[in-house]
């Protein structure tokens, strides 16, 4: 028997509320992610000389320039251990949410011709943006490797909590990611606010200071940016130069999260319009 016209009609209608947020559809669409995300890959590298290299050469050279300049001009803090080291440690997470927000945050209006063309969750635009940097984080971590090495750093059990530093870095950079890249579809001025927030963002992030340099009675306030407690985290989980500031991370964890929540459900209400004005 012939399929009439009406059972072979497919509706795809807007959702409410939290209803929109439908993981089976982005778990059924996940080979797009991992394509988006080769191609995210390929093309950063795309017909440069150095390729790969440059994973390593920005962190490196940053750590560079922040030694002479902080570390032996400005005389900054560094919890007892080397300078070179401190700053590197949080350099690479703070790198990889810096480049991750900035390419997720420009995402969508990047592939505008997709989205006008073939529907599929555009939640996987920003989120394959993100999951491209991993690639320069871990190649980037082979610097700080070698800093271990020579500086005689040597981690203990804490390095359990590495794996979990890093997908709060990834989801903290996703959901800041939905929030800019949905806002830049209908606000074009935020493409060019972007650097200034990740530069502003970074000097209030414990990158090149220690969270000591603060008073204890005010740290706190390091962990409403959710970056702090993750950046103090990572560099106590590595180097074993002090213990887990836990609280610190709690905190900043429950704000990644309530930041990643906020950020998908006010993404998929806005994904409706994308087609037509981006």
């Not at 340099?213 to 962990?223: I, P």
């Not at 704000?255 to 087609?275: D, H, N, P, Q």
Request: net charge positive; with cysteine; charged share 15%.
């Amino acid at each position: 028997m012939m399929k009439t016209a009406a059972q072979n009609l497919i509706i795809i209608e807007p959702k409410k509320g939290w209803t929109t947020i439908d993981l089976k559809e982005i778990w059924k669409y996940r080979e797009l992610l991992y394509f988006l995300t080769k191609r995210d890959i390929k093309v950063r590298y795309k017909q440069t000389v150095l390729g790969g290299l440059w994973a390593i050469i920005q962190p490196v050279f940053t750590m560079v320039v922040f030694t002479l300049f902080f570390g032996r001009l400005a005389k900054v803090p560094s919890d007892g251990i080397p300078y070179p080291i401190f700053v590197y440690a949080g350099i690479l997470p703070w790198t990889y949410f810096a480049n991750a927000i900035s390419a997720s945050g420009n995402s969508l209006v990047g592939s505008a011709n997709l989205i006008k063309k073939v529907y599929f969750p555009r939640l996987i635009i920003p989120a394959s943006a993100s999951l491209a940097g991993m690639l320069d984080f871990f190649i980037a971590m082979l610097v700080l490797g070698g800093l271990m090495g020579y500086y005689h750093f040597l981690p203990g059990i804490a390095l359990l909590l590495f794996p979990v530093l890093v997908v709060l870095t990834f989801v903290c950079a996703v959901g800041v990611g939905l929030w800019l890249s949905a806002l830049n579809v209908e606000y074009r001025d935020i493409r060019y606010a972007i650097p200034f927030l990740i530069q502003l963002w970074m000097f209030i992030s414990p990158v090149i200071y220690p969270v000591s340099m603060v008073g204890e009675k005010y740290q706190w306030l390091l962990a409403l940016n959710p970056m702090g407690g993750v950046i103090t985290a990572f560099r106590a989980s590595l180097l074993g130069h002090q213990p887990i500031d836990w609280f610190l991370l709690i905190l900043s964890a429950v704000i990644i999260v309530l930041l990643f929540l906020s950020g998908v459900f006010y993404f998929e209400r806005m994904e409706k319009t994308f087609a037509d004005i981006v």
